[in-house]
T-cell receptor
């Protein structure tokens, strides 16, 4: 399996809802990433997990809570989001988190916050 | 902080012509430079990358050149085809970084007219 998968593909939620985004890879990669992408903009890094430990939090608001249950799975828990959080959320993985490692992106979850 | 500037923001070429996209980076410690192609509604996909110990790399119709002294790198697409139409992002990563953090350019929307 050489792909990163993400579920759900689309998510609509209210500002009081709690939801989770899921990401999975079976390439043996030990680094996993969450990005946020607005229309016609580049991906913005949110979090990096290296060997299942959080190594980077790009000053993301606490209403976004990442979790890495094991080396193949990455979750993003969402709570009390704002309409401006509507975006495409991309997961990515790489062999390790060092430089020079190709990052493989998942198809993304299109999130709409009402 | 590190910054990557990408030009042009939009590029329209006739099928069969060449396309060139240029990026400039600010941090001289950067040593890995990937290029991603993102078709509408799809995930970013790596199309080519180059490391700082190499000046040029080719893969069929695609080539990337790197000028470390000037701190810029360019993507060259020859014999463009309509399926090359997409948004292209350049990025840079620092050797000293064990975080895998990529700094992306703002993107170039390439349109290839049949």
């Amino acid at each position: 399996d050489t792909e990163v998968t993400q579920t759900p593909k689309h998510l609509v939620m209210g500002m009081t809802n709690k939801k989770s985004l899921k990401c999975e890879q079976h390439m043996g990669h030990r680094a996993m990433y969450w990005y946020k992408q607005k229309a016609k903009k580049p991906p913005e890094l949110m979090f990096v997990y290296s060997y299942e430990k959080l190594s980077i939090n790009e000053s993301v608001p606490s209403r976004f809570s990442p979790e890495c249950p094991n080396s193949s799975l990455l979750n993003l828990h969402l709570h009390a989001l704002q309409p401006e959080d509507s975006a495409l959320y991309l997961c990515a993985s790489s062999w390790t988190s060092g430089a020079n490692n190709e990052q493989f992106f998942g198809p993304g979850t299109r999130l709409t916050v009402l | 902080g590190e910054n990557v500037e990408q030009h042009p923001s939009t590029l329209s070429v006739q099928e069969g012509d060449s396309a060139v996209i240029k990026c400039t980076y600010s941090d001289s410690a950067s040593n890995y430079f990937p290029w991603y192609k993102q078709e509408l509604g799809k995930r970013p996909q790596l199309i080519i990358d180059i490391r700082s110990n190499v000046g040029e790399k080719k893969d069929q119709r695609i080539a990337v050149t790197l000028n470390k002294t000037a701190k810029h790198f360019s993507l060259h697409i020859t014999e463009t085809q309509p399926e090359d139409s997409a948004v292209y992002f350049c990025a840079a990563s620092m050797r000293s970084s064990n975080t895998g953090k990529l700094i992306f350019g703002q993107g170039t929307t390439l349109q290839v007219k049949p």
